[in-house]
């Protein structure tokens, strides 16, 4: 009788997993493939790429859309209806895809921003993005993978961070793109796009 309730328990958590698979499976392919793609790979250059994002971030960043305290014309109306399985589902199917890397052109602005994202800038006060996001760039279970990530969409997070207008995150953030000089965030964001 034990083995038999084992076996009904596994194959009712089976079905329940197919279901779960399947909805997410659905707003993957109706909602969000649309601008992040099918596997997590943007469909342009300013949206983000979710394949490989950290699991607790992504679910964080959902639940900030959908209570609007991250604020996001295109990201509110996608989230407002997201259960919370919904968006662990959705954090959990982005987070197991591989990530991509992006190509850069100018190796030169590169090692600049290698230099900066590893070691900062002392003279104008900016630490070193390696304190808070990792030699790799694979942030941690709250801060956001940026290794590979498109160069256009993490200009336009440190613009909206220097401006105050991206304020549901890290608030060191908002000194950080502050004092970082134009050429310094091309060049970093260029380095972070093109590491695997």
């Known amino acids: ?33 649309t601008c992040h793609g099918a596997k997590g790979h943007s469909t342009s250059p300013i949206f983000p790429s979710l394949a490989g994002q950290n699991q607790e971030y992504l679910v964080k960043q959902l639940q900030d859309f959908r209570s609007k305290k991250r604020v996001s014309e295109t990201m509110a109306p ?3 209806d ?30 600049v921003g290698r ?7 002392t003279w ?11 030699e790799n760039a694979y942030g941690t279970a709250t801060l956001p993978r940026l290794a590979g990530q498109n160069t256009r969409y993490l200009l336009s997070q440190l613009k909206d961070f220097n401006q105050r207008t991206r304020t549901n995150d890290n608030e060191a953030m908002h000194l950080v793109a502050s004092r970082l000089t134009e050429m310094e965030t091309q060049a970093v964001t260029s380095y972070l796009g093109q590491l695997p």
């Open 1 to 33: 009788m034990t083995k038999l309730y084992v076996a009904l328990l596994g194959a009712l958590f089976a079905t329940s997993a197919m279901a779960a698979d399947a909805e997410v499976e659905a707003l993957v392919s109706g909602r969000c493939s």
């Open 78 to 80: 996608q989230a407002a």
């Open 82 to 111: 997201l259960s919370d399985k919904n968006i662990a589902g959705l954090a959990a199917f982005f987070a197991n895809q591989p990530a991509k890397i992006q190509r850069v052109s100018d190796t030169d602005l590169v090692a």
């Open 115 to 121: 230099y900066i994202y590893t070691k900062g800038n």
């Open 124 to 134: 104008s006060g900016v630490p070193a993005c390696t304190s808070c996001h990792g």
